[in-house]
Structure formats: structure tokens, C-alpha cells
T-cell receptor, first 112, second 115 residues
Framework: GAVVSQHPSWVICKSGTSVKIECRSL??????MFWYRQFPKQSLMLMAT?????????EQGVEKDKFLINHASLTLSTLTVTSAHPEDSSFYIC????????FGPGTRLLVL | QQQVKQSPQSLIVQKGGISIINCAYE??????FPWYQQFPGKGPALLIA?????SEKKEGRFTISFNKSAKQFSLHIMDSQPGDSATYFC??????????????FGRGTQLTVWP
């Protein structure tokens, strides 16, 4: 139980395009989902917290107009990186929370 | 400000040895302390977690020791195996009185177990 999926697992895109990443809790309902960014050999950096049906709460320094988060249902949250640039290249990980946070497998984004 | 401090940054242990990773926190409101294991290119996976009402929790070869007065907790991996080679993150969060429940992570420890 407690499986979280992400799609796609990796994506390569051109600079200036937008990329959407999906996060799904497969066997449980998650009131809250979290989006993280992780650079090589570093810890997870929380980008935003989203609750179903309400606006996401972004961490300081994270541009909400660049990283659009939608949490339309208790099992699905999406992160859209708008007008992606090479510096947005990173490993993006979502988690879905009940009492415990369960993490997805991550999405590797490479912006050329 | 780093809410959870983790050490060491890297650790090399011989197969069969004990791996010990330490974490410290400042916020006494934290009441849930999980450890996550992450392999390269994968998301973190929950390994074991503890609440401050107990001083130790053991699951198989993995043990958390918790010292509430010192605000420290540690992960012990007994009989370390090459398959344990991964990055380990400690974390803390406030469950009671909090609606967001965000996790605060340590910087991670890269464990290498030599055969």
C-alpha cells in the first residue's frame, strides 16, 4: 500500500516550453501533497504544499507564476514548470501525505 | 536556518559493521521523526519512524534511538550490507497542532558499505 506515482519519470524539453508533471496517490487519498526539488548530492528542498481544492502554499523564494501547482482531487496533483530554462533542470519529487509522507519516484527534468 | 542537523555527510562501513547516523533538532514542537532511504535516481522511501514518547524503535536491522532531553536521534544499521549503500535522510515534523505537516530534512548521509 501507500504507492505514489509520478509521470513522466524523465523529460527533456527546449528552453521556453512548459512541462507538466503529474503526481498520483494510487491506493489512498491524500489531503495534502508536497512538491520538492533536489539537486545532485543535496537534500530535498520543499517548493510548495498543496491541499485539495485550495491554492498551493509556496516556500519563500519559489516563484508561484513559474511553478504552477494544481491539486484537483484527493489523488492527483500537478506541477507545471512554465517557460522552462536550463536552470530549472533538476529532479522533482512529489509526496502525498496522510499521517506519513510517501514519496513518488521523482521526475528528472532537463531543459536544453 | 537548518531545522534538522545531520552528520556525518558521508560514511564508509565494512560489510557486517554498524552504521550510525546522527541528527539533532531545535524545535521542541516536533513530534514525529522519520528516516528515509534514497537510492540514486529514485524518490526517498520511508525506512523507520519514531515519536518522542519512546526512546528506541527497532525494525529488523534498523534501530532509531531517541534522546528527547538532548533533542537528538540516531539511526543504527546493524550488520550493514552492500545493498544498504544509499543516501539516508533524517527528518522531523510537527503533527499535533499543525495542519500542514511539512517535513524538515537533514542534509543527508551518503552511506557506502564495502563488501
Amino acid at each position: 500500500g501507500a504507492v505514489v506515482s509520478q509521470h513522466p519519470s524523465w523529460v527533456i524539453c527546449k528552453s521556453g516550453t512548459s512541462v507538466k508533471i503529474e503526481c498520483r496517490s494510487l491506493d489512498f487519498q491524500a489531503t495534502t501533497m508536497f512538491w520538492y526539488r533536489q539537486f545532485p548530492k543535496q537534500s530535498l528542498m520543499l517548493m510548495a504544499t498543496s491541499n485539495e481544492g485550495s491554492k498551493a502554499t509556496y516556500e519563500q523564494g519559489v516563484e508561484k507564476d513559474k511553478f504552477l501547482i494544481n491539486h484537483a482531487s484527493l489523488t492527483l496533483s500537478t506541477l507545471t514548470v512554465t517557460s522552462a530554462h536550463p536552470e530549472d533542470s533538476s529532479f522533482y519529487i512529489c509526496s502525498a501525505a496522510t499521517v506519513t509522507q510517501y514519496f513518488g519516484p521523482g521526475t528528472r527534468l532537463l531543459v536544453l | 536556518q537548518q531545522q534538522v542537523k545531520q552528520s556525518p555527510q558521508s560514511l564508509i562501513v565494512q560489510k557486517g559493521g554498524i552504521s550510525i547516523i546522527n541528527c539533532a533538532y531545535e524545535n521542541t514542537a516536533f513530534d514525529y521523526f522519520p528516516w528515509y532511504q534514497q537510492f540514486p535516481g529514485k524518490g526517498p522511501a520511508l525506512l523507520i519512524a519514531i515519536r518522542p514518547d519512546v526512546s528506541e524503535k527497532k525494525e529488523g536491522r534498523f534501530t532509531i534511538s531517541f534522546n528527547k532531553s538532548a533533542k537528538q536521534f540516531s539511526l543504527h544499521i546493524m550488520d550493514s550490507q552492500p545493498g544498504d549503500s544509499a543516501t539516508y535522510f533524517c527528518a522531523a515534523k510537527q503533527d499535533r497542532g499543525s495542519t500542514l505537516g511539512r517535513l524538515y530534512f537533514g542534509r543527508g548521509t551518503q552511506l557506502t558499505v564495502w563488501p
